[in-house]
Every structure is written in C-alpha cells, then in structure tokens.
C-alpha cells in the first residue's frame, strides 16, 4: 500500500508548466530526476514537517529556490535563492543566509481575498473591551 501524500512540491521543466510531485521518499523523487532533470526546484516547506531539504540536499535541479513556507534560511549551500522581500528581511540585516535573498515588491506574503469574500466585520474589541487572539497552526506550536 503506497503511503499517504505528505508534502507538495513543484517541479520546473523548461518550456513545460512542471511537474506536482507527491511521493514520501526523498530518494524516491530524485530517481524521478535521473530520466528528466528539472530545471528548477520550488520546495515551500522549509524546516516544517515532512518538508523536501533532503531532495534540495541531493542537488536534484540545476536551480533550487526557497519560499513563503518557512521565512527563515535552510541552512543549504545546495538551496540558490529565498524569495523574500525588504520589510521582512531588510537589506541592512546582520543574519546571515545560505541563500542569496530575492527581495520582491511589496510583501511576499500578501493575502488577497476570494472576489466573493464577505465583508469585513466589525472589530469584536471594539465591543468587548479586549482583544481575542486566534490561530490557525498546528496545536502543538501554540504555548
């Protein structure tokens, strides 16, 4: 029985609108690669779980770009890029990153509602006199 999908990643062909892999090996996905080499490899997953660094560590694509998952470094040498921008890591940053910084316009991790959203609502402290916190993470990173 094969097992459950874990992990999203998208694969880069030139000339090609990729390749969506789900596969639980690391290994796996880069035997995939000996045939038809990507060209660029795009895994979100960063440090969280069931993420793709053992693939990115095996070098499995000539490009190898890191983004909006995990805003923080690898660590990789083998990882070429992180897609950020100038608000969340500033060019005047003392930290130091594996991956040379792609800052985008604006902020990469822009929310745009659904066209047909509804309204926003009226602010519940407004009301209550104090503010709720909520989140929408796993139980276990909430303390």
């Known amino acids: 029985m ?3 999908p874990i992990q999203v990643t998208w ?4 000339n090609s609108t ?3 892999t789900i596969d639980y ?3 796996n996905i880069c035997q995939q690669f000996t045939t038809k080499p990507p ?3 795009l895994p ?3 440090h969280t779980a069931n993420n793709r660094l053992g693939v ?6 000539p490009i190898q770009v890191t983004w909006i998952g995990y805003p923080n ?3 990789l040498t083998s990882v070429d890029y992180r897609f950020t921008d100038a608000i969340c890591d500033p060019h005047d940053t003392k930290q130091t990153f594996t991956e040379e910084l792609v800052r985008l316009p604006g902020c990469f991790l822009c929310y745009t509602p659904a066209p047909d959203a509804p309204p926003v609502a009226p602010l519940p402290a407004a009301a209550n006199g104090f503010v709720t916190f909520g989140s929408f993470n796993n139980l276990a990173k909430i303390t």
Request: glycine fraction near 14%; charged fraction near 15%; aromatic fraction near 8%.
């Open 73 to 75: 470094s690898t660590g």
């Open 44 to 46: 979100t997953a960063g």
């Open 56 to 61: 990115c560590a095996m070098r499995a694509a």
């Open 39 to 41: 060209f660029l490899l």
């Open 2 to 4: 094969r097992a459950a």
């Open 11 to 14: 694969i880069g062909y030139p």
């Open 18 to 20: 990729g390749l969506i």
């Open 25 to 27: 090996r690391h290994d």
